[in-house]
């Protein structure tokens, strides 16, 4: 019996292809509905669609052209090779959950994991021994199981339950969604307002609008908000963390596995998390005692990612000026069009390559 906690969609993602193999699965979700609250802009690539397939009902937009603005206002305006699109975060995460369920995984809602009974620390024995004299605690009740999947986000009490909380820092992510008249096809990344700043369009009449900061991101926003979307309406703001990824998280401690925002499985460079915790579910699902290797691929891209915001964190506005205008001369703009976000494995080398005078900024990451 396998309990995952947390009916996100990487916990139930997890509960979906553990149950299609067979595995007896039950997840366990604090609230009373899948999908609520919300606190995403939904924004995904197409690598989505290599994952698993999305239901037309749940995208609310695609988008083919994204701007990369600088904080003195310089552009450059990428075509997509593949379209980007916009998820209804609410039917995104329910359609997964019904995906669990007819798979066979049992939905428990109103199910709040509040820790473990009985023995934690065992490590020095077998693992299964160890695990065996301790209880997953739902509701102050144990419920049996033999495995336990913490998808439970990224203030994970699974992970500080177990001792596996690590040193994580966290960030603070808010968004407005604004009636206003946008570009449906085209989304905007704004550096130099907070950490990392969008404009993501639902369509031509509202925008999703938001700031990850490390504090105070609601200044930042109203700041943003000012600069982009003078004269619209706010329908509503959210917000929430969003984990930076530690590359020395550990995974798997006895019988307990993280994974998601739980395992700070999040790309510092967009703050995406939903791909990466999506792969890294399917990584463990391919076989839970080798979940650590399964997984080290997601690891080496969350890496790159982590690499980039370093060095991204340390230029100025007149180097974001600079290599937005190196980019609009040469191929790298061709290499940035073409590659998935997601694998900068796959492109980080190629656009460095293409574009020689990119490396003093690549540098950073160790200046
Ligand atoms: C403002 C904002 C915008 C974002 N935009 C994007 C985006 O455009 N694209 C993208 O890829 N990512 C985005 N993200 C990140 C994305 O939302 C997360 O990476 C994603 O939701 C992670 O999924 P998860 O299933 O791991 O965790 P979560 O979605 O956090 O799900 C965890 C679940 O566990 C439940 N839970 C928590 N504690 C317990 C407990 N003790 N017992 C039982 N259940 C519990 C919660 O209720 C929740 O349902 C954004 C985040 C923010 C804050």
């Given at each position: 019996m ?6 996100g ?13 067979g595995?007896k699965?039950?997840?366990y ?9 919300v606190?995403c ?5 197409s690598?989505?669609?290599n994952?698993l397939?999305?239901d037309s ?7 083919n ?7 003195e206002?310089k552009?450059?305006?990428?075509k997509?090779?593949k ?14 959950a ?6 066979g995984a ?6 709040k994991?509040t820790g ?15 695990f065996l ?8 009740k144990?419920?049996e199981a033999?495995?336990?999947i ?35 096809d ?11 700043s969008?404009?993501?369009?639902e ?8 700031v ?9 926003l ?6 982009v979307a003078?004269?619209?309406k ?33 790309k510092?460079?967009?703050f ?15 076989g ?29 506005p007149k180097?974001?000026?600079?290599i937005?205008s190196?980019i ?12 998935d ?6 492109f ?10 990119l490396w ?8």
């Amino acid at each position: 019996m396998i309990a995952v906690i947390g009916g996100g969609p990487v916990g139930c993602f997890s509960a979906f292809k553990l149950a299609s193999k067979g595995e007896k699965v039950n997840v366990y979700e604090e609230h009373s509905s899948i999908g609520k609250p919300v606190q995403c802009t939904g924004l995904l690539t197409s690598e989505i669609y290599n994952v698993l397939k999305v239901d037309s009902k749940c995208v609310l937009n695609k988008l083919n052209r994204a701007r990369l603005i600088s904080p003195e206002g310089k552009f450059i305006e990428l075509k997509l090779g593949k379209p980007n699109i916009v998820v209804d975060r609410e039917l995104f995460d329910r359609q997964i959950a019904s995906m669990a369920s007819s798979a066979g995984a049992k939905l428990n809602l109103n199910s709040k994991f509040t820790g473990f009974s009985g023995l934690l620390e065992k490590d020095a024995m077998p693992k299964i021994a160890g695990f065996l004299e301790k209880k997953v605690m739902i509701n102050g009740k144990p419920v049996e199981a033999d495995y336990v999947i913490g998808a439970d986000g990224p203030m994970s009490a699974v992970a500080k339950s177990a001792g596996l909380y690590g040193s994580r820092q966290l960030v603070i992510g808010a968004q407005a969604r604004v009636k206003m008249k946008c570009d449906s096809d085209c989304f905007n990344t704004y550096f130099g307002v907070g950490i990392f700043s969008w404009l993501v369009p639902e369509g031509d009449n509202i925008a999703r609008i938001g700031v990850v900061d490390t504090k105070n991101p609601n200044a930042l926003l109203s700041k943003l908000l000012s600069k982009v979307a003078k004269g619209g309406k706010v329908l509503d703001k959210q917000g929430g963390l969003i984990p930076i990824y530690n590359p020395g998280q550990k995974l798997v401690k006895g019988n307990v596995l993280l994974v998601g925002d739980a395992a700070t499985q999040v790309k510092a460079v967009s703050f995406g998390g939903i791909i990466p915790g999506l792969l890294a579910a399917d990584a463990l699902s391919k076989g839970i005692s080798h979940y650590e290797d399964n997984c080290s691929n997601v690891k080496k891209e969350l890496r790159l990612n982590l690499m980039m915001r370093i060095a991204m964190d340390k230029l100025s506005p007149k180097e974001y000026d600079d290599i937005i205008s190196i980019i609009s001369e040469g191929k790298a703009k061709t290499v940035l069009e073409q590659e998935d976000r997601d694998f900068p494995s796959k492109f980080i080398f190629k656009l460095i390559k293409s574009e020689p005078r990119l490396w003093k900024y690549g540098l950073k990451v160790i200046w």
